[in-house]
């Protein structure tokens, strides 16, 4: 009898949460959105066994409407409740709870995504776990009731997590795989370059939202009329103080009436003399050519052969070079 009662009670508890999420995730609206997997995830483990992906069926938790692949697609849910979860065991490394975290953090890399393991002990409100990237995705850094950095375990109320100010806006537009992308080509681009960058990915992402909005991913990028993080003046480190959001049109031309394209280079301390920019200037060869041989960013030479950059040396040159007989 008494097992018969766990499975009801585990039952309960999972409806329970099912319920709670899609309410979440619908602003109210709908407690239907998400339902108890098929044997509580094991369709999915049986089938990545076999070599079958059935990532819609892994975890406890499956969307059964559009809005609850917001959720499924991006985290492994697995939901449990115990009289006793050894929440003691997070000083001890060992335990129910630890074997359980492993165990969705293990499922989790498995199908792609992020761990999200949802709690309840007697006598203990319901607690949700993740690790820092669903912190981050969830934007619920205010709310950290405790962190355990060995694990990558954030907890976290999860009454207060859907019911506070912690919004879905991420879910719907954000891709955090593209982001940390986008962030790690940025940061490399300053290290060659030799500027200073002094954003974390958090920070980063944070600015990008502020400036452009949710869907900032599509608005950022390096063609003409996308925007980019542009340091004021061309001078100083990337950094919240010293950066403002400007297109990539806008930022080309900042670079030439500041100097700085054609002087700041990727290779070295290699600097361009007058000499050598209008050579550059002349040169009918392919950019990449150039910019190999003399130690600069192709870029560089795009905006020298244009006149954005070294204007007060190249505006008054002829098309082509004038040949002094002798």
Same mark, same amino acid.
């Given at each position: 009898m008494?097992?018969?009662?766990g499975k009801?009670? @585990? *039952?309960?508890?999972?409806? #329970?949460?099912c319920?709670?999420l899609?309410l979440?995730l ?5 407690e239907d959105?998400?339902?108890?997997s ?5 369709r999915a483990?049986?089938?990545? *066994?076999?070599?079958m992906?059935? =990532?819609?069926q892994?975890g406890d938790?499956?969307?059964v409407s %559009?809005?609850g692949h917001l959720? &499924?697609d ?5 939901l449990?409740?115990y ?5 003691e065991?997070?000083?001890?490394m060992?335990g129910k709870?630890i074997?359980f975290w492993?165990r =969705? ?5 498995i199908?792609?995504?992020?761990p999200? +393991?949802?709690?309840k002990?007697?006598?203990? /409100?319901?607690?949700a776990?993740?690790?820092n990237?669903g912190i981050h995705?969830?934007k619920?850094?205010k $709310?950290i009731l405790? #962190?355990? %950095?060995?694990?990558d375990?954030n $907890?976290?109320n999860f009454?207060?997590?859907i019911?506070s100010n912690?919004?879905?806006?991420r879910?719907?537009?954000y ?7 986008a ?5 490399s681009?300053? *290290?060659?370059?030799g500027?200073? +960058?002094e ?7 944070e ?5 452009? @909005? /949710?869907k900032w991913?599509?608005?950022?990028g ?14 100083? /480190?990337?950094a ?5 959001c400007i =297109?990539q049109q806008q ?6 009436t500041?100097?700085?394209?054609a002087?700041g &280079?990727t290779?070295? &301390?290699?600097?361009l003399?007058e000499?050598?920019?209008i ?5 009918e060869r392919?950019?990449? =050519? $150039?910019?190999t041989?003399? @130690?600069i960013?192709?870029?560089n030479?795009w905006? $020298?052969?244009r006149k954005?950059s070294?204007?007060w040396?190249?505006?008054?040159? /002829?098309?082509?070079?004038r040949i002094?007989l002798t």
């Amino acid at each position: 009898m008494r097992r018969g009662g766990g499975k009801l009670k @585990g *039952a309960a508890f999972e409806r #329970e949460v099912c319920r709670r999420l899609s309410l979440w995730l619908t602003g109210g609206k709908r407690e239907d959105t998400l339902w108890r997997s098929a044997m509580s995830g094991g369709r999915a483990t049986i089938g990545h *066994a076999k070599g079958m992906k059935l =990532t819609a069926q892994e975890g406890d938790v499956s969307a059964v409407s %559009p809005e609850g692949h917001l959720l &499924t697609d991006r985290f492994n849910i697995e939901l449990k409740a115990y009289r006793n979860l050894d929440f003691e065991g997070l000083l001890t490394m060992k335990g129910k709870f630890i074997d359980f975290w492993s165990r =969705t953090c293990h499922e989790a890399k498995i199908h792609k995504k992020l761990p999200l +393991f949802i709690a309840k002990q007697n006598r203990y /409100p319901i607690m949700a776990c993740t690790n820092n990237l669903g912190i981050h995705l969830l934007k619920c850094e205010k $709310i950290i009731l405790m #962190e355990v %950095p060995p694990l990558d375990l954030n $907890i976290i109320n999860f009454s207060t997590l859907i019911s506070s100010n912690v919004t879905t806006e991420r879910l719907v537009h954000y891709d955090v795989g593209n982001a940390l992308k986008a962030f790690r080509a940025h940061k490399s681009r300053a *290290a060659r370059n030799g500027i200073e +960058f002094e954003f974390s990915f958090d920070v980063w992402v944070e600015w990008w939202e502020v400036m452009l @909005g /949710p869907k900032w991913q599509t608005k950022r990028g390096r063609t003409r009329n996308k925007f980019v993080m542009g340091r004021k003046k061309d001078q100083g /480190p990337y950094a919240p103080g010293n950066v403002e959001c400007i =297109t990539q049109q806008q930022n080309a031309r900042d670079r030439g009436t500041h100097s700085t394209a054609a002087k700041g &280079t990727t290779i070295g &301390t290699n600097k361009l003399t007058e000499a050598q920019v209008i050579d550059i200037y002349y040169d009918e060869r392919s950019s990449t =050519t $150039i910019a190999t041989e003399y @130690g600069i960013d192709r870029t560089n030479v795009w905006l $020298i052969k244009r006149k954005k950059s070294w204007q007060w040396l190249v505006e008054n040159l /002829p098309r082509k070079r004038r040949i002094r007989l002798t």
